[in-house]
């Protein structure tokens, strides 16, 4: 598991400062609070917020795990591929593994979302009908950033599957060497 200290985080306010406090007024049902009404809907509603990816790779992956040496898993993973395929032809859908691949101890296969109403509409989807199956979802943002998307800033559906996580420690320090490179040969090249 990642230390989820490791990672600096802004102010959820930021944007939001100094503005009129808000009160503790409650709405008819007794139990709600008023919230201040402006017209406006969040941009949440219509793109993913910074940094979360806009390209080819898609806002966030859904990692739909079965464990491969669990036949009733393994049935109920194929028919659940095979019927978000037909419900959701629009998402992007992956191959269905039948054995662990990358940081996936397990099997698994991929869904890509590529924007907030595919994910407003397939995540209630999905937690309704997963079964026994666990899903990791988790956003895309830049490349140096895979371990924290995986860990940190994952959401588990289910029952939480530990991912071997070595794979973005060498991920990082090959970066790490190609940018130390890259700034060599620009000094070099400036001489």
Do not use: C
């Not at 400062?17 to 809907?41: C, R």
């Amino acid at each position: 598991m990642t230390d989820q200290f490791s990672f600096s985080y802004p102010s959820p306010l930021e944007g939001y400062e100094n503005l009129e406090p808000l009160t503790d007024e409650k709405t008819e049902d007794g139990k709600s609070l008023k919230n201040p009404q402006h017209g406006i809907l969040s941009k949440a509603y219509s793109e993913f917020p910074d940094p979360v990816a806009r390209d080819r790779r898609g806002g966030f992956d859904i990692h739909i795990y079965h464990f491969q040496n669990n036949p009733d898993q393994v049935v109920y993973a194929k028919a659940l591929h095979e019927r978000i395929r037909r419900e959701f032809p629009e998402l992007r859908i992956y191959a269905f593994f039948d054995r662990p691949i990358g940081p996936h101890p397990v099997a698994m296969f991929e869904v890509n979302l590529f924007t907030p109403a595919q994910f407003g509409a397939f995540v209630p989807w999905l937690v309704i009908n997963r079964g026994p199956l666990s899903a990791l979802l988790h956003p895309n943002t830049v490349l140096e950033e895979e371990e924290r998307n995986h860990t940190q800033r994952a959401t588990w559906l289910g029952e939480k599957i530990p991912l071997d996580l070595r794979m973005f420690k060498s991920l990082n320090e090959r970066l790490r060497r190609e940018r130390e490179e890259r700034e060599q040969a620009e000094k070099q090249g400036h001489l």
